[in-house]
């Protein structure tokens, strides 16, 4: 390699350090600038793009404590009995995929109190998972069309008092149902789980960054590592108190996937309105109660991480214009994330033997930002009732 190609690699690479640096000053910038006066009870801390984040103890109405990071209180933990597990699915192209979901779920070495599987307006797909488990409450999606609506579904009919969503194209370790409710404690209103992606060619393209694994809706670098507290839980693997979904009416319909469209932070949004009605509870990751998630090709392509990273972005905007938290507040780990997180994750891969993952790391910021802010323009006071997901 020529001294001159040499040179070229290395002031390429200080630009897009430089461009990131910009785009990062502005998008604080923007955000900033849209903070209103606190009013309410305030929230706990807020993750980054698509799920946990740091660490934080619970908040007072009216403000806050100071941060307590590292490990929540000695949980007393709940029996695996006590938990129903809702598992949606909508088309029978993840056949194989939900067979395997819900056989994870059956060989629990605790096992569960009931399995409750919500079908997502697919007759055909309600009667074959009527014939297949006979032994299961297999039920039609009677809300609108989307992964929220099929939530909205499932969760009123369950009996335990702790409910977990997993997703239909995950499949549970056999201890899952054990880690997750021992995580239980009285001041904890929720657990989610880690998430390991089962990659097409078992192991990501070489331009992946790790740091985006929740485009795929899996745990990513930056999560905690052990049992700690966090805003929210990935939707793949959640669990949640039943009387808080009663209490913050299940997951906001206008938020969430429909189909194959892109969108998310329903979750998110239900953690959220929680932990304003319950501000001396918090949300807790627990690493030991895993799950494997199947992600397609399709969903490792530059066109899937685009769209999803722009869609996040649109959902993010959807979430704030909720008015959930002060903005400063509902945005803050996000802010965190990008200023810490990512830099590191770029410099990183551009370093590596594939310098395109540390410009992954820059094309899928700017895309969730211009998401952001594509939905900030065109819908600046958009009712979020009114505003459903629909398939493009």
């Known amino acids: 390699m020529s001294l001159i190609t040499q040179v070229a690699k290395g002031v390429a690479r200080i630009v897009v350090v430089i461009i990131m640096g910009a785009l990062i000053m502005l ?17 706990r801390n807020t993750g980054p793009l698509a799920a946990a984040g740091d660490a934080s103890g619970p ?8 941060a307590c990071r590292g490990r929540p209180s000695p949980a007393s933990g709940e029996r695996a009995g006590s938990l129903s597990v809702v598992v949606c699915a909508y088309t029978e192209q993840r056949w194989h995929d939900l067979v395997l979901c819900i056989s994870s779920l059956l060989a629990q070495q605790d096992r569960v109190g009931e399995i409750l599987l919500v079908i997502d307006h697919n007759e055909a797909l309600l009667s074959r998972c009527r014939a297949q488990w006979p032994q299961l409450q297999v039920v039609p999606n009677t809300g609108p069309k989307g992964l929220s609506g099929a939530r909205n ?8 008092p702790l409910v977990a969503f997993v997703d239909d194209d995950a499949s549970a370790d056999r201890v899952w149902s054990r880690e997750l409710t021992r995580a239980y404690g009285q001041d904890v209103l929720g657990v989610g789980g880690h998430i390991d992606p089962v990659w097409p060619e078992d192991a990501p393209p070489t331009w992946w960054p790790n740091s985006f694994n929740w485009v795929v809706g899996c745990s990513y670098t930056g999560m905690p590592r052990r049992r700690s507290r966090v805003r929210n839980a990935i939707g793949a693997n959640m669990s949640v108190r039943k009387h808080v979904l009663e209490s913050v009416d299940g997951f906001e319909i206008s938020l969430g ?7 998310g932070a329903e979750e998110t949004a239900m953690y959220l309105k929680a932990g304003s009605l319950y501000s001396d509870m918090s949300v807790v990751y627990e690493p030991a109660a895993r799950v494997q998630h199947r992600v397609t090709p399709e969903r490792v392509t530059a066109s899937y991480f685009v ?3 722009f869609g996040e972005g649109r959902s ?3 979430m704030t214009r909720m008015r959930l938290a002060p903005r400063g507040e509902a945005l803050g780990t996000e802010r965190t994330y990008v200023v810490r997180t990512l830099p590191l994750a770029m410099l990183g891969g551009l370093c590596s033997t594939d310098p395109r993952r540390g410009l992954a790391v820059l094309l899928g910021f700017a895309c969730t930002a211009a998401g952001y802010l594509q939905e900030v323009v065109t819908h600046p006071r958009a009712n979020e009732s009114a505003v459903v997901a629909t398939e493009t």
């Open 27 to 43: 998008t604080n910038r923007l955000v900033r600038s849209k903070i209103s006066p606190a009013g309410g009870g305030y929230l």
């Open 153 to 160: 579904t499932g969760w009123p009919m369950c009996r335990g």
């Open 257 to 263: 996937r429909v189909g194959k469209v892109p969108l």
């Open 59 to 66: 908040i007072r109405q009216g403000g806050r404590q100071p």
């Open 316 to 318: 993010k905007a959807r």
């Open 307 to 309: 769209k999803r990273c």
